[in-house]
């Protein structure tokens, strides 16, 4: 005669939430898609460009040389954001960065005045002096970041000047 055996009591109280857990991060990612379905706009060639990324990450390397503006909106999620490939833009570039868990790396031109605006618990890495100028004057900026960080951060990096390898 065989019985059925139980897992013991601590097992069935645990397995419960470990299975709800372990479902939380793929409930994310499908909503996230369904967001960004329905929230993205444009593409590397518009003049503006809205992204939405939950659980994941995303390179964008736009190349209009209107580019106006960016925003990100990140949760549990990575981006990386290359401005190399965009040409010193009249009026500046506007990105705008709301980011939950989140974080940005962005590269821009050698030369760039950079302006930016953090608030939240989170952080702004900016590589003063590696090619990157620091501005307090908002409206002559080449980029300026307007950032909502909750345990977030962004790092702006200059583009090497020189790809020749030393030749």
């Known amino acids: 005669m065989r019985t059925r055996s139980t897992p013991p009591t601590a097992a069935r109280r645990v397995l419960p939430g470990l299975l709800r857990w372990s479902a939380l991060p793929a409930v994310l990612a499908v909503g996230g898609r369904l967001v960004a379905w329905r929230r993205d706009e444009g593409d590397e060639s518009t003049?503006?460009?809205?992204?939405?990324?939950?659980?994941?990450?995303?390179?964008?390397?736009?190349?209009?040389?209107?580019?106006?503006?960016?925003?990100?909106?990140?949760v549990l999620a990575g981006a990386r954001l290359d401005l190399t490939g965009v040409p010193h833009v009249p009026g500046g570039v506007d990105l705008t960065v709301r980011s939950l868990v989140g974080g940005l790396a962005v590269t821009v031109p050698a030369g760039w005045r950079v302006w930016w605006s953090c608030r939240g618990p989170g952080g702004m890495d900016?590589?003063?002096?590696?090619?990157?100028?620091?501005?307090?004057?908002?409206?002559?900026?080449?980029?300026?970041?307007?950032?909502?960080?909750?345990?977030?951060?962004?790092?702006?990096?200059?583009?090497?000047?020189?790809?020749?390898?030393?030749?």
């Open 126 to 167: 900016v590589a003063e002096g590696d090619g990157i100028v620091h501005t307090d004057d908002e409206r002559g900026a080449d980029l300026r970041i307007h950032a909502g960080l909750l345990l977030g951060g962004i790092r702006v990096d200059a583009a090497p000047q020189d790809d020749s390898w030393g030749r």
């Open 47 to 74: 003049a503006g460009i809205r992204r939405v990324v939950v659980v994941g990450g995303r390179d964008l390397r736009p190349v209009n040389p209107h580019l106006s503006r960016v925003r990100l909106d990140l």
